[in-house]
């Protein structure tokens, strides 16, 4: 719900609620059996693993559970958004499972893909068009992405890190390209 203050003389002013409140975002804090599966998440063979499995796990989960759970949230405790951006090239809807880490009232991503040799296919699309929307459980925002700048990129890979130690695990291992952080502007 928008927040409202009275302006005097002005009326009401209603202010947009932060892309965290809009979406009912939170946090959970895993158990020790999540953070074992972080951090086998986070060598060599498990991100590989991750990489040609998840994204289908997850997004099957997202549909069997009405958009509350992914494989990542129940078996890692991640806090995962579905980002939905278009096509860089074909135009189409992409539907992409992320963890969003938090930021200032709104959210950022970061495009490791699992320290894969390829930037992930969503960084392309949002360079292309920043509009998306961000889905977390059953609710949905419109965002404006934007590239995060070099102190908003190092504080969601330390926010990021806190959440799920696999990205600074990606982050060592990926030299061979940028790694590119956006923010995701609450544009509703």
Do not use: C
């Not at 549909?63 to 995962?80: C, D, N």
């Not at 939905?84 to 539907?95: D, K, V």
Request: proline share 8%.
């Amino acid at each position: 719900m928008p927040k409202s203050a009275d302006a005097p003389g002005r009326g009401t002013i209603v202010a947009m609620p932060t892309l965290q409140e809009a979406l009912g975002y939170e946090l959970a804090y895993p158990n020790p059996l999540q953070r074992a599966a972080q951090r086998g998440a986070a060598t060599r063979m498990g991100a590989w693993a991750l990489s040609k499995t998840l994204q289908p796990l997850d997004t099957a989960t997202l549909r069997l559970t009405g958009g509350r759970q992914t494989v990542s949230s129940l078996v890692a405790a991640v806090p995962v958004i579905t980002l939905h951006t278009t096509g860089a090239r074909s135009g189409l809807r992409r539907a992409n499972p992320l963890i969003g880490i938090p930021l200032d009232g709104t959210l950022g991503v970061i495009g490791t893909n699992y320290a894969q040799r390829a930037t992930p296919g969503w960084v392309h699309n949002l360079e292309a068009n920043p509009r998306a929307d961000v889905t977390y459980r059953t609710s949905t925002a419109p965002v404006l992405a934007r590239p995060a700048d070099a102190d908003e990129a190092e504080l969601l890979f330390t926010r990021g890190t806190g959440l799920y130690p696999g990205f600074e695990a990606y982050r060592t291992r990926i030299e061979h390209r940028p790694i590119r952080a956006f923010v995701l502007d609450h544009a509703g």
